[in-house]
């Protein structure tokens, strides 16, 4: 115990010397800041600097400038430029550390989200110790440290039809690297609405799409997609997984989208979609339709001329987060506690996790036997179901209980109504799920 | 290749493939004596190859929103859409939108 003592207080002393280290480079980077300040006021020390372009930006930058798909004249735009990140995750980092990067004047940053520790795989600017920090804030000190001579602009707000065109007007193109269908139909409309092109990407599993929209007399999001699509058959980066590297190349190709819009030397790609497919490892790029003269908001006689309610034309929340789901009576569920306390006394139970394989694969419960919730149904499921139940059971059916548990407690509720159909027995979910395991009975058990 | 056969390949993607048994590309060969449009291919897969309910992959008689159609690399929209006569050695792909990030 005094071992356990020791390290703590060693643990204690760490962190105050780290909270003060962290306090002196915001005062030392302040005084930089200060510096910089003053010297851009004078720059009358014998330094010749062409009309725009620093000493230092010269140094900086002479290798992209001397590429004629920039130039000087195309750095000097980059420098006068801003540009709008919605979304500061796997799309969001890549594009504005290249953004960053190549000396891109203003970089406004939009997230209400915090960093935890399953975005660190892939949204690489956000670093181990800004876990629980807001996004756009972790994001801006990567920015800066990679390039302190930017305006960086941060948004810790929902992006929503009541900010977006007020936030939209300061920039000159939207990069949206968002995670839903109701954001994009945001982005979309409010890009529209408010004139900039918008560079759009997405990317989900081992794929990654982009295209530009908005673009001179190019298609907008509407154009392609009037309609939204079934909520059910959307899937998310946290549902379905996402392999790093991917949306990484996507958002780095977002800023080089970003970098044609603004010299006006590459191509852009407006009525044109890229695809990458990063098991197949092919890029596609396909030819899209052009501007739909009956488009709802980009048309000739546009009926829509203002911000909507998207979570409602969507049919689905501005996340890509599972929201409750609440279909089973208070008396059909119990609470991980419960579980832990029927597991403890050895009391009759099944209990059942109808994750997917691979999920069951990475964490489990010792006492839980895996049927994924889409198998349930399928004839092979109800006999094996039945035999395990009748092992489970015995002779003291009456005593007996099924138990279901998943991620966060939404399929088990489907499941049970299944099971409920299936064995004639008590049936019932672990509310919360694995995460709520987690965090009433085992804090060992990992969150993801 | 015999000649009274049609060849041509569907391709599915972002997605879509979940539908299909999680299928990518799927060879497909029909007699050459019928026509084949792309209205009567959609028809065709959701009875033969879908494995999901048919309301993610079709509304009426077309593709549901979110998914978009290609010939050769083309949207459909350029072209006939479903009244598009399937040629021999076509690539027909479908393609769900990417809205993660």
Same mark, same amino acid.
């Given at each position: 115990?005094?071992?356990?003592?020791?390290?703590?207080?060693?643990?204690?002393?760490?962190?105050?010397?780290?909270?003060?280290?962290k306090n002196?480079?915001?005062?030392?980077?302040?005084?930089?800041?200060?510096?910089?300040?003053s010297?851009?006021?004078?720059?009358?020390?014998?330094?010749?600097e062409?009309? +725009?372009?620093?000493?230092?930006?010269?140094?900086?930058?002479?290798?992209?400038?001397?590429?004629?798909?920039?130039?000087?004249?195309?750095?000097?735009r980059?420098?006068?430029?801003?540009?709008?990140?919605?979304?500061?995750?796997?799309?969001?980092?890549?594009?504005?550390?290249?953004?960053?990067?190549?000396?891109?004047?203003?970089?406004g940053?939009?997230?209400?989200?915090?960093?935890?520790?399953?975005?660190?795989?892939?949204?690489?600017?956000?670093?181990?110790?800004?876990?629980?920090?807001? @996004?756009?804030?972790?994001?801006?000190? +990567?920015?800066?440290?990679?390039?302190?001579?930017?305006?960086?602009?941060?948004?810790n707000v929902?992006l929503?039809?009541?900010?977006?065109?007020?936030?939209?007007?300061?920039?000159?193109?939207?990069?949206?690297?968002?995670?839903?269908?109701?954001?994009?139909?945001?982005?979309?409309?409010?890009?529209?609405?408010?004139?900039r092109?918008?560079?759009?990407?997405?990317?989900?599993?081992?794929?990654?799409?982009?295209?530009?929209?908005?673009?001179?007399?190019?298609?907008?999001?509407?154009?392609?997609?009037?309609?939204?699509?079934?909520?059910?058959?959307?899937?998310?980066?946290?549902?379905?997984?996402?392999?790093?590297?991917?949306?990484?190349?996507?958002?780095?190709?977002?800023?080089?989208?970003?970098?044609h819009?603004?010299?006006?030397?590459?191509?852009?790609?407006?009525? @044109?979609?890229?695809?990458?497919?990063?098991?197949?490892?092919? $890029?596609?790029?396909?030819?899209?339709?052009? @501007?739909?003269?009956?488009?709802?908001?980009?048309?000739?006689?546009?009926?829509?001329?203002?911000?909507?309610? =998207?979570?409602?034309?969507?049919?689905?929340?501005?996340?890509?987060?599972?929201?409750?789901?609440?279909?089973?009576?208070?008396?059909?569920?119990?609470?991980p506690? $419960?579980?832990?306390?029927?597991?403890?006394?050895?009391?009759?139970?099944?209990?059942?996790?109808?994750?997917?394989?691979?999920? $069951?694969?990475?964490?489990?419960?010792?006492?839980?036997?895996?049927?994924?919730?889409?198998?349930?149904?399928?004839?092979?499921?109800?006999?094996?179901?039945?035999?395990?139940?009748?092992?489970?059971?015995?002779?003291?059916?009456?005593?007996?209980?099924?138990?279901?548990?998943?991620?966060?407690?939404?399929?088990?509720?489907?499941?049970?109504?299944?099971?409920?159909?299936?064995?004639?027995?008590?049936v019932?979910?672990?509310?919360?799920?694995?995460?709520?395991?987690?965090?009433?009975?085992?804090?060992?058990?990992?969150? =993801? | 290749?015999?000649?009274?056969?049609?060849?041509?390949?569907?391709? $599915?993607?972002?997605? +879509?493939?979940?539908?299909?048994?999680?299928?990518?590309?799927?060879?497909?060969?029909?007699?050459?004596?019928?026509?084949?449009?792309?209205?009567?291919?959609?028809i065709?897969?959701?009875?033969?190859?879908?494995?999901?309910?048919?309301?993610?992959?079709?509304?009426?008689?077309?593709?549901?929103?979110?998914?978009?159609?290609?010939?050769?690399?083309?949207?459909?929209?350029?072209?006939?859409?479903?009244? =598009?006569?399937?040629?021999?050695?076509?690539?027909?792909?479908?393609?769900?939108?990417?809205?993660?990030?």
């Amino acid at each position: 115990m005094n071992k356990q003592l020791e390290i703590d207080n060693l643990l204690q002393s760490k962190e105050r010397e780290i909270a003060e280290l962290k306090n002196l480079l915001d005062q030392k980077n302040e005084e930089i800041e200060q510096l910089r300040k003053s010297r851009i006021k004078y720059p009358s020390d014998g330094v010749i600097e062409s009309d +725009a372009l620093s000493k230092d930006d010269i140094e900086r930058y002479s290798r992209q400038m001397i590429v004629p798909a920039i130039g000087v004249d195309g750095q000097k735009r980059l420098k006068k430029a801003s540009v709008l990140v919605v979304g500061c995750g796997g799309l969001g980092c890549p594009a504005a550390q290249y953004m960053a990067g190549c000396g891109i004047g203003r970089i406004g940053l939009v997230d209400y989200d915090v960093v935890e520790r399953s975005n660190l795989h892939r949204q690489l600017l956000h670093a181990e110790f800004n876990l629980g920090v807001p @996004k756009v804030t972790s994001l801006a000190q +990567a920015l800066l440290r990679l390039n302190s001579s930017l305006k960086i602009d941060e948004y810790n707000v929902q992006l929503s039809s009541a900010n977006a065109l007020e936030i939209f007007a300061k920039y000159d193109i939207i990069v949206d690297a968002s995670d839903n269908v109701a954001t994009r139909y945001l982005v979309n409309d409010a890009a529209v609405l408010s004139g900039r092109p918008l560079v759009s990407g997405g990317a989900v599993g081992c794929e990654g799409q982009l295209t530009v929209y908005n673009y001179k007399d190019g298609p907008c999001y509407r154009c392609l997609f009037p309609e939204p699509p079934p909520p059910e058959t959307v899937s998310n980066c946290s549902d379905v997984g996402v392999v790093g590297p991917v949306p990484g190349c996507i958002g780095v190709l977002q800023a080089l989208q970003v970098i044609h819009i603004i010299t006006e030397k590459g191509e852009v790609a407006s009525g @044109k979609l890229l695809l990458f497919d990063g098991v197949s490892f092919t $890029f596609r790029s396909i030819r899209l339709r052009g @501007k739909s003269p009956t488009c709802k908001i980009c048309g000739s006689e546009p009926t829509i001329t203002q911000l909507m309610d =998207y979570e409602q034309f969507c049919g689905s929340p501005a996340n890509d987060k599972d929201s409750g789901l609440n279909i089973l009576d208070a008396s059909e569920r119990v609470s991980p506690v $419960f579980l832990e306390q029927a597991i403890a006394k050895k009391l009759p139970l099944l209990l059942i996790d109808v994750r997917s394989p691979v999920e $069951f694969e990475m964490c489990r419960l010792p006492e839980s036997t895996n049927i994924p919730l889409k198998l349930l149904n399928k004839e092979e499921t109800v006999d094996q179901l039945k035999e395990m139940w009748a092992t489970v059971a015995g002779n003291q059916n009456a005593e007996s209980r099924v138990y279901l548990v998943c991620r966060r407690g939404n399929d088990s509720q489907l499941g049970v109504r299944r099971v409920q159909n299936i064995l004639k027995c008590q049936v019932f979910d672990v509310k919360g799920g694995l995460h709520a395991w987690s965090r009433d009975v085992d804090p060992s058990f990992p969150i =993801y | 290749m015999n000649t009274e056969q049609l060849n041509f390949t569907v391709e $599915f993607s972002g997605g +879509a493939e979940l539908l299909f048994n999680k299928e990518k590309t799927h060879q497909v060969c029909f007699p050459s004596v019928e026509e084949w449009t792309i209205g009567k291919l959609l028809i065709w897969l959701r009875d033969n190859k879908l494995t999901e309910r048919p309301e993610l992959f079709m509304q009426g008689d077309t593709v549901r929103p979110g998914i978009l159609v290609l010939v050769n690399d083309t949207d459909w929209e350029l072209l006939d859409q479903l009244n =598009y006569k399937i040629a021999r050695g076509d690539s027909i792909t479908f393609i769900s939108t990417l809205h993660g990030g």
